[in-house]
C-alpha cells in the first residue's frame, strides 16, 4: 500500500495523460463513496462482543462464538490484495501506451478500479484504488486540455481524502491547472494553500514537504511575471535568492529576477509619456503633478537593480560562461543605458559582438536572436548618441539579416538618416532609393502588415527626402550655390 502512496504522490506532480472519452462534456463519473473509519473501538472479535459492539466483520447473523475470531488478513485477502495491487500496477502505464486512443485508455482505468472494488481486496487497497483513479482521470483530462474536468476530479480527490499526505500536491497540480486556464489570481490563491496544507499534514516527512512549499513559492514568482506584475516577481524572486537552500539553483533564480526587472523598466518607460500629457494639463492633481518624476526616479532605481544583479550574474563563472550570457548582457546594456552610463552600454555590445565572432557555427546559431536583438539596442543607442558611423555599420548588419518587409522599410530609412547626418548625401539617397524600390516590389506584403499606414508614412518621407537631397546635390553640381562676387 505505501509503494502505490509513494506511486500516487509522485504521479501528482509529474504525470499527464491524454482524455476524449468525455469528449461531449459529460460530467466525470463519481466513484462510490469512502466509508468513514469505523468509530468502533478495536480488538478482537470476542472483546468486541463482550463490550456490547458487534464487529461489522460478523456476516452471519453476529451470533457470538467464542471459537471464532475473523482475522483482518486471511491467506484468501492477502491473495486478493496482492492479484488487486497488480491489477493498479497497469494505470499508470497506460500513459504511456500509444497503442490505445485515448477513450480505451479512459474505458480501461475505469474498469480495472471497478474490478478492484468489486473484489474481496481489503478495504486500505480499494482505498488506494480511488485515489489513483482520481488522480490518474484528472491527469488524462488535463492532457487532453479539459482542464475543468481535471478540476473537479482533484478537488473531489481534497473533499474525499481531506487528511491524505498528497493533499499538497493535489492542490500544486490545481495552481498549474489554473494558470494553463488563464486564472492566474485562482492559481496563486491555490499556491499560498499549498503552503498551509504542508504545514498541517507534513507530518514526519520534512524534506518533502519544503520541497513542495519551495515548489509553491517558486510558481507564485512565476505567476505574478506572467501576470505583469512585475515589481512583485522581482520582490518574490529576491526573497527566494536570500533564503534559497542547495535544491535551488541561483543562476535559473537570478535569471528570472532579471527578467523581472527588465519587464519592470519597460512597463515604467511606457507610462511615463503619458503621466507627461496628464501633469502640464491645467487641473491636473499634485498627485498627477509629480507622477512624471515618480516615475523617472523609479525607473532609475530598476535600471540599477537590473545592473546589480547582471553583474552578479555575469561574475559567476557558470553565468559568464553560458549561452544565456547573451540575454544577460543585453540587459545590462539596456539598463547602463537608461541609467545615463553609455560607455558601459556600448562595452557590453561590444562583447556580445566579439564572443559571437569567435564562436563556431553552432554557438553562433544559438546566440542569433540575442545578438539580433543587442545590435538593434546598439543601433538605436548609437543613433541617439550620434555615432552615427557606428549606427548605420550596426543598421547594415540588421538589413542583411532581417528580409521582413517592416524590418527593410524601417532599417534603410535609419541608413538614410545617418548618412545625412555624416553629410554623405549620395549614401544617402542610395538608401532612400532602396527602401522606395523594396516597397515597390512588395506592394502586396505592406498592404498586409499590421504597420501598413506607418510604412506607407515612411515610404513617402523618403520619397520627400530623396527629391530634397537630388535638388541639393543637383544646385551644388550646377554651381548655382556659388555667390556673386562684391564689386570694389
Known amino acids: 500500500m505505501n509503494r502505490f502512496r509513494h506511486n500516487l504522490t509522485l504521479l501528482s506532480v509529474f504525470a499527464a495523460a491524454v482524455l476524449v472519452a468525455h469528449a461531449d462534456e459529460k460530467p466525470a463519473p463519481k466513484l462510490p463513496e469512502e466509508t468513514k473509519p469505523s468509530a468502533k473501538p478495536a480488538g478482537s472479535v470476542v472483546d468486541q462482543l463482550k463490550r456490547g459492539t458487534p464487529s461489522e466483520d460478523l456476516t452471519i447473523g453476529r451470533l457470538p462464538n467464542d471459537s471464532i475470531e475473523f482475522k483482518e488478513h486471511t491467506a484468501y485477502l492477502k491473495q486478493q490484495d496482492e492479484l488487486s495491487r497488480k491489477k493498479l500496477e497497469q494505470i499508470p502505464a497506460l500513459r504511456g501506451a500509444t497503442n490505445q486512443s485515448t477513450t480505451n485508455r479512459w474505458i480501461e ?12 481486496a481489503t478495504r486500505d487497497v480499494k482505498l488506494d484504488a480511488k485515489r489513483l483513479a482520481l488522480v490518474e482521470l484528472a491527469l488524462l483530462a488535463e492532457r487532453d486540455q479539459k482542464y475543468e474536468i481535471a478540476q473537479q476530479l482533484l478537488a473531489e480527490y481534497i473533499e474525499r481524502f481531506p487528511l491524505d ?25 491555490k499556491y499560498y494553500s499549498v503552503m498551509t496544507a504542508s504545514i498541517r499534514l507534513r507530518g514526519d516527512n520534512l524534506a518533502r514537504y519544503e520541497r513542495i512549499v519551495i515548489t509553491a513559492q517558486a510558481e507564485i514568482a512565476d505567476t505574478h511575471l506572467e501576470d505583469g506584475d512585475f515589481k512583485e516577481a522581482a520582490n ?31 512597463q515604467i518607460s511606457a507610462q511615463i509619456e503619458p503621466a507627461i500629457t496628464l501633469a502640464v494639463k491645467p487641473d491636473a492633481t499634485p498627485t498627477q503633478k509629480s507622477a512624471p518624476d515618480d516615475l523617472r526616479k523609479e525607473l532609475t532605481e530598476v535600471n ?13 563563472p557558470q553565468g559568464a560562461e553560458h549561452d544565456v550570457q547573451f540575454e544577460v548582457r543585453h540587459h545590462l546594456a539596456k539598463a547602463s543605458h537608461g541609467a545615463g552610463r553609455q560607455e558601459d552600454a556600448l562595452h557590453q555590445f561590444k562583447i556580445v559582438q566579439d564572443t559571437f565572432a569567435a564562436g ?30 557606428a549606427a548605420a555599420d550596426a543598421y547594415r548588419w540588421l538589413l542583411a539579416r532581417d528580409r521582413t518587409i517592416e524590418s527593410q522599410v524601417q532599417i534603410l530609412n535609419q541608413i538614410g538618416l545617418c548618412h545625412e547626418r555624416l553629410r554623405e548625401e549620395d549614401k544617402a539617397v542610395r538608401a532612400y532609393t532602396d527602401l522606395i524600390t523594396a516597397a515597390q516590389d512588395r506592394p502586396e506584403e505592406i498592404g ?19 527629391e530634397i537631397l537630388s535638388f541639393k546635390r543637383s544646385v551644388e553640381e550646377s554651381g548655382l550655390n556659388k555667390r556673386p562676387e562684391k564689386e570694389n
Open 109 to 120: 482505468v475505469d474498469r480495472i478500479v471497478r474490478e478492484v472494488l468489486n473484489s474481496d
Open 304 to 316: 540599477m537593480a537590473t545592473i546589480d544583479q547582471c553583474n552578479e550574474f555575469l561574475r559567476k
Open 165 to 189: 499526505v498528497v493533499v499538497p500536491e493535489i492542490l500544486l497540480r490545481q495552481g498549474l491547472l489554473f494558470r494553463k486556464m488563464g486564472q492566474r489570481a485562482m492559481a496563486i490563491s
Open 360 to 389: 563556431d557555427a553552432a554557438q553562433q546559431a544559438r546566440w542569433s536572436l540575442w545578438l539580433f536583438r543587442s545590435m538593434n539596442e546598439f543601433a538605436n543607442q548609437s543613433f541617439q548618441a550620434a555615432d552615427f558611423a
Open 448 to 466: 498586409k502588415s499590421t504597420q501598413r499606414l506607418a510604412l506607407q508614412t515612411i515610404v513617402g518621407m523618403a520619397r520627400v527626402r530623396n
Open 236 to 266: 518574490l524572486y529576491e526573497r527566494l535568492l536570500k533564503n534559497r537552500n542547495e535544491e535551488m539553483s541561483e543562476m535559473i533564480l537570478r535569471l528570472k529576477l532579471i527578467r523581472a526587472h527588465a519587464a519592470a523598466a519597460a
